[in-house]
């Protein structure tokens, strides 16, 4: 009679199991798929981006790190603690998992690439194991992005000298030189404050994918965006 309620005990509780966290997951793959996340989201602690940091995920409760100050409404009511099984339930399908938050991604269907994901971040996500991040490329217009990059020690061909605007078109020129134009919806102005952020009044451009003609231009604050960029043809 014990050996049957184990049994019954046994099969109840995996039956609450998503089919994921059944799967071994790879760690390798899991680090390819988190490529996607890392727009968005830093391993390293209290680096926030987009999104929160994801050092430390496990046990933490969900919208409560003091260092990011962009959680919605809902994920910080949620009341939920991050775990194997709420992380699986969040990758599947966020707004589903808790309705109102503002996470845009649409989820992870598929079960195995959510559980080597899952297996990848559940070993970098602890102290000292954070994958080191790859130095980005040297071309301003290449797919650069700033998100992990220290912007105070860029190279020249990153540190911007002068901003013109001229009718639909913005001209970049960089301490090396070199002046590349930019149809001004290809050109983003951007605000970094972090330890990471450019000096204050050196701003630094840096690539933002496409085909080499979308780039970021950086400052240390929103007040020197207007006083930099001079208008004149």
């Known amino acids: 009679m014990r050996w049957l309620l184990l049994l019954t005990f046994v099969t109840m509780v995996s039956a609450e199991l998503s089919p994921t966290l059944a799967k071994q997951g790879d760690t390798n793959n899991g680090q390819r798929i988190f490529g996607t996340c890392a727009a968005c989201h830093s391993l390293e602690p209290n680096r926030s981006m987009t999104g929160p940091s994801l050092a430390d995920l496990w046990n933490r409760k969900a919208g409560s790190l003091a260092s990011f100050p962009r959680y919605s409404s809902a994920l910080k009511s949620s009341g939920g603690v991050w775990n194997d099984k709420t992380l ?33 971040l559940k070993q970098a996500t602890q102290p000292g194991h954070a994958p080191s991040q790859a130095a980005p490329g040297g071309q301003m217009g290449g797919t650069m992005g700033g998100a992990d990059l220290d912007l105070k020690t860029v190279g020249l061909e990153h540190r911007v000298q002068a901003i013109s605007y001229c009718h639909d078109t913005f001209r970049v020129t960089t301490a090396d030189g070199h002046t590349r134009a930019f149809w001004e919806r290809n050109l983003r102005l951007m605000v970094d404050s972090s330890e990471k952020g450019p000096e204050k009044g050196a701003p630094v451009i840096v690539g933002a994918g496409m085909m080499g003609d979308r780039a970021d231009a950086i400052f240390a604050s929103p007040e020197e965006i207007s006083g930099f960029i001079k208008s004149g043809c």
């Open 88 to 120: 699986d339930d969040w990758i599947t399908n966020p707004q589903h998992f808790i309705p109102g938050n503002e996470m845009t991604f649409p989820g992870i269907k598929n079960d195995q690439r959510r559980a080597d994901l899952l297996a990848f």
